[in-house]
């Protein structure tokens, strides 16, 4: 008996031999699943991860760059003439936070310009991802101050505030709530395979 109970120990330490013989392949469990990770030096990551930023940065910078553009073309329209002082003060907010948008999305390539040669790359990317988000929270400023200038000539009453408040919620959850949320629940979070970018 003890030699049988052996026998049948060792079957199912063997993982999965029917009593047919047969080989059965049971699934890992969800949890034990490992992700294909990036076999890549340090150099080869920073490479890779600057080509990211820098096609991202792409996209934020054309919608400044329009926006800042039709802004500036207001002040030579004849209606900018009859605007009052307070939407007056509200352009003037504007102009200045897409200027200061367009500057900081532009600084990661000055920054990498300037230090390339130095094997600076890692630090490099690091920077520049900084400015890249300060960047983005410029171009919300901006989109919203702009949403209100427009809004409130073409409503000319308290609507809105409400309904440029309800956009600025919305662009917050889109370009940083979710984002967040999707780090947070993602499966590098505990720095499990997948996860280092």
Not at 17 to 39: I, K, L, N, W
Not at 98 to 120: E, K, N
Not at 146 to 169: E, K, Q, S, T, Y
Request: charge should be positive; aromatic fraction near 8%; hydrophobic fraction near 45%.
């Amino acid at each position: 008996m003890a030699f049988g109970a052996n026998r049948t120990s060792v079957g199912e330490q063997g993982g999965g031999r029917s009593s047919a013989g047969r080989t059965v392949q049971e699934d890992p469990p969800a949890s034990h699943v490992r992700y294909e990770e990036r076999h890549e030096t340090e150099k080869e990551r920073a490479d890779r991860r600057w080509t990211e930023l820098l096609q991202e940065v792409r996209v934020a910078q054309m919608g400044i760059q329009i926006l800042l553009g039709f802004l500036l073309s207001v002040a030579f329209t004849e209606r900018f003439e009859d605007i009052g002082a307070t939407d007056r003060t509200i352009y003037v907010v504007t102009v200045m936070l897409g200027s200061a948008a367009t500057g900081t999305l532009i600084a990661p390539v000055a920054l990498h310009r300037f230090v390339t040669g130095h094997r600076m790359k890692p630090q490099t990317v690091e920077w520049a991802s900084r400015l890249t988000i300060a960047g983005l929270v410029l171009l919300l400023c901006t989109v919203t101050c702009a949403l209100l200038l427009i809004l409130r000539v073409v409503l000319h009453n308290g609507m809105a505030w409400w309904l440029v408040g309800g956009l600025f919620l919305w662009f917050v959850a889109c370009w940083f709530l979710l984002p967040a949320w999707a780090r947070h629940v993602g499966p590098g979070r505990n720095g499990t395979a997948g996860g280092g970018r």
